[in-house]
């Protein structure tokens, strides 16, 4: 084959014809999807009709992808060709956003309903019109949802049945609003959350949703247990305490609860404890006996629950979503596939799926991807090689020429000789080192003289600020360096490498700084800035480098999560305006305890302020969320309402605290599991940084003639021209291109748990071949008089896709397919319909 490597095929030009029948237009179908169900496929089918049904599996094989790229449900695959519009609707660009912005718009109405912020009042008909305007796209989007799945797959599908379910309730009530023109008790608007969950958009906050939901069975118990020790302590606190004198908080079986819950956030500590240790001092005992017990013990153990249950539904949903993927490429795989050839995919084939799968991917990158791929050099792609599709379809292409060279190295001398010298400057340890020493020295600098400034007591919001030559100095350092390794890594390198962002940032927001300096007090808040430039501080120690890069991974899940808690306060804060929506709690509790705190006067010495916190819109219900979030004295909110509505509104308070609590210890399991997991993946991997494997990375040569096919779209696709450099080398293909793409979580995962993955497949095999055992077992005991003596030991059926509607259950890969078992399988059949 080497000696080929001097005379190429040629590429083929579409208007010429060819005699290769892989590559030819009258490449037969191996088998047809829902789509295609109801075109024969025959040898005499006519061309139109052909390509059509490559058309159809090519769109289908796409939508396969995109449903395990998504983690959707295979059995919401569109049904049939008639199903496809309403699919491709629902899943176009533009009626994704309009669902989102339906749903945002639902749920920003609260804001102009009653109780509105004062400054967005809409009359009942407008905001009423509005309403039912976002419930009618809302509908639009389930019935062309209800379309293309059926009703019956419609009603299987939970999320979209409650959505449903949910949206024709709200629908009623907002006719009735119209219709009498007045606002009433409506607290399903607390579920308008739900629509927003339900975008496209929104995926992430889905799962984080879903997570949480999954976490709760053993999370709940451990909640019925807290609350079981915090009853009988409450029995034991009233039978010990309720004689106390001017004790209150043991007087009857539910203050002594209240008082205990209150307790266990320690809030109203020590207070609760005084009455009963003025009566004597070995009272003590019981409350510290309960602190030791329900706080320190029980809290930690949830959070322990809550971090082993987060943890094992994390590498549960990595395990679902690999096979999830898996089977996608699985099912896209048998559509693809010739007649001709069923173990295989040729590059016409790929493309053509890659058209509806990536549509702005440029030619040239799809063959990148598809040459990525094929690693065994044939110019086809096999089922193993095909399992990579995900891994590679966001790749950024860019031509490059040598990967040792640096980005000077096409200057002139004696530029390129100066440019070398400084990339080999920045790379050196010693320049690091004294970066860091100038990082330090800074520090103590600022340190002083803030604290000087401390001491003085001199306001520092109108004190001026006069340049010194040391912050002139440590300023041209940081810009100097900032130059120097510009100039040495080249501009693409240094604003593509995190830290070096980070400290051009850091960089810019010190000489902004220094401006403010020179501009005295009118830039007082950014003068203030300064003390960011410590925070390249985070680069000295690795551990440093792992808080902060945790959170740089962390971020966008961390969106996802204020996005929940968010939506948790919209919950709660729409249930607290509609049940206190008119309380005034001003010189609210008379003769209470909490009397001091709700007073009302003129005079700001003895305001108590805490009348504020109220539900008078959902802004400042956020607020009063955030304040009983925060646990410190909350108490004295809920006493507030409890003593000017009743004691059932501690229902309410109670509940937001322990739904709060729940969410906050998953939050905090959450950065918990992912600190612990980016220590184990460096130390597993035996790396510096985890950040030297932030990057995938690919590179693949073309020759002259893949170019030429990659650059003209009049030629044909042709896998060939790949087969003839199996034998050569890298350096006889002039073109190289290099792909990246930033990895995600699943990434690091399936290298940090690669050996749990290879028994996960081996699991999978293992469970495969019994199947098939199972099935020719049975196959046997059906036919008992049937020749079956030529019949292959080792046969196995191949995989079929699901019916339309029917779930596919049992994938078999199309490695293990025998193209024998065709025939054979058609022959019993015959043998079937003769006997019957």
Not at 208 to 233: A, D, N, T, Y
Not at 234 to 249: A, C, E, H, K, R
């Amino acid at each position: 084959m080497a000696g080929n490597v001097d005379r190429p095929l040629r590429p083929i030009r579409e208007n010429q014809r060819t005699s290769s029948i892989s590559e030819s237009e009258y490449e037969i179908v191996n088998d047809t999807g829902n789509m295609g169900y109801d075109i024969p496929i025959s040898a005499q089918m006519s061309r139109r009709d052909n390509r059509k049904l490559w058309e159809l599996n090519y769109q289908e094989a796409a939508i396969f992808l995109q449903e395990g790229e998504n983690n959707d449900k295979f059995y919401t695959h569109p049904r049939n060709c008639n199903a496809l519009p309403a699919y491709q609707i629902a899943h176009h660009q533009w009626f994704q956003v309009l669902d989102l912005a339906a749903a945002l718009g639902l749920l920003l109405l609260a804001a102009c309903e009653r109780p509105a912020v004062p400054f967005l009042t809409l009359p009942v008909g407008v905001h009423g019109s509005l309403e039912i305007l976002g419930q009618l796209i809302l509908a639009l989007q389930l019935a062309i949802k209800m379309r293309w799945l059926g009703w019956k797959t419609f009603i299987r599908h939970k999320r979209t049945s409650i959505k449903s379910f949910t949206l024709a309730i709200m629908f009623i009530e907002s006719v009735v609003v119209l219709i009498r023109q007045t606002n009433h008790f409506r607290v399903t608007r607390a579920l308008r959350p739900l629509f927003l969950i339900d975008t496209h958009y929104f995926r992430g906050v889905r799962r984080i949703s879903r997570q949480i939901l999954m976490s709760l069975p053993p999370i709940l118990e451990l909640i019925f247990l807290l609350m079981f020790f915090i009853l009988i302590f409450s029995i034991l606190g009233f039978y010990l305490f309720s004689q106390v004198p001017n004790d209150t908080y043991f007087s009857t079986l539910q203050d002594s609860f209240v008082s205990l819950f209150v307790l266990l956030t320690t809030a109203n500590f020590p207070d609760v404890m005084m009455p009963a240790y003025a009566s004597s001092r070995f009272n003590a005992a019981f409350f510290i006996v309960y602190l030791a017990l329900v706080l320190y013990f029980l809290m930690n153990l949830l959070l322990a629950v809550v971090y082993d249950t987060f943890s094992n539904l994390e590498k549960r949903k990595l395990k679902t979503l690999y096979f999830h993927k898996r089977t996608g490429c699985q099912h896209a795989f048998k559509l693809l596939v010739t007649k001709q050839d069923s173990n295989t995919v040729n590059i016409r084939n790929f493309i053509g799926m890659l058209r509806y799968l990536r549509p702005k991917k440029k030619r040239l990158d799809a063959y990148l991807v598809f040459k990525t791929l094929n690693k065994s050099r044939s110019g086809r792609l096999s089922m193993e090689e095909f399992y990579g599709v995900y891994s590679v379809l966001d790749l950024q292409w860019q031509p490059k020429q040598e990967e040792f060279k640096i980005w000077s190295s096409n200057f002139r001398y004696p530029f390129n000789f100066i440019f070398k010298k400084l990339n080999e400057f920045v790379n050196w340890r010693g320049f690091e080192g004294f970066i860091y020493l100038v990082i330090a020295v800074n520090f103590a600098w600022i340190l002083e003289e803030t604290i000087s400034l401390s001491r003085e007591n001199i306001d520092v919001k109108h004190y001026n600020f006069t340049i010194t030559w040391a912050s002139i100095i440590f300023i041209c350092i940081y810009t100097l360096e900032a130059s120097i390794k510009i100039l040495g890594k080249g501009p693409v390198e240094y604003f593509t490498t995190g830290w070096d962002l980070f400290d051009f940032l850091v960089t810019v927001t010190s000489v902004v700084g220094l401006l403010g300096e020179y501009f005295n007090d009118s830039f007082f808040y950014i003068t203030v800035l300064r003390p960011f430039r410590l925070l390249r501080l985070f680069k000295v120690k690795r551990s440093y480098r792992d808080v902060l890069g945790t959170l740089f991974v962390l971020f966008s899940r961390l969106i996802s999560l204020v996005v929940v808690i968010m939506l948790v306060y919209y919950f709660f804060a729409i249930v607290g305006m509609e049940c206190f929506l008119y309380v005034d709690l001003r010189n609210c509790c008379k003769n209470t305890s909490v009397e001091d705190f709700y007073r009302f006067t003129n005079d700001s010495r003895t305001q108590g302020y805490y009348y504020l916190n109220d539900f008078s819109n959902i802004m400042i219900s956020g607020v009063t969320l955030f304040e009983l979030t925060v646990v410190n004295n909350w108490f004295i909110i809920m006493d507030g309402f409890a003593h000017h509505i009743g004691e059932v509104s501690r229902v309410f308070f109670m509940t937001f605290y322990i739904v709060m609590m729940v969410v906050m210890t998953i939050v905090v399991a959450f950065i918990l599991e992912l600190f612990l997991f980016r220590i184990q993946y460096r130390r597993k991997l035996k790396l510096d940084d985890i950040d030297d494997h932030a990057k995938q990375t690919a590179h693949v040569y073309l020759s002259d003639e893949e170019k030429i096919m990659c650059e003209n779209d009049d030629y044909k696709w042709t896998g060939g021209l790949i087969t003839l450099q199996k034998d050569s080398t890298d350096l006889q293909t002039p073109y190289l291109y290099r792909g990246e793409r930033y990895r995600n979580k699943m990434d690091f995962s399936l290298r940090m748990y690669g050996d749990e993955v290879k028994s996960w497949l081996e699991e999978e095999q293992d469970s495969r071949d019994q199947t098939i055992h199972t099935m020719t077992e049975l196959r046997r005991r059906s036919r008992p008089n049937a020749d079956l003596e030529d019949l292959d030991e080792d046969f196995i059926p191949s995989p079929t896709l699901p019916n339309p509607g029917e779930e596919f259950v049992q994938e078999s890969s199309p490695a293990y397919y025998n193209p024998g078992a065709e025939n054979l399988q058609g022959e019993s059949e015959g043998q079937e319909a003769k006997r019957e």
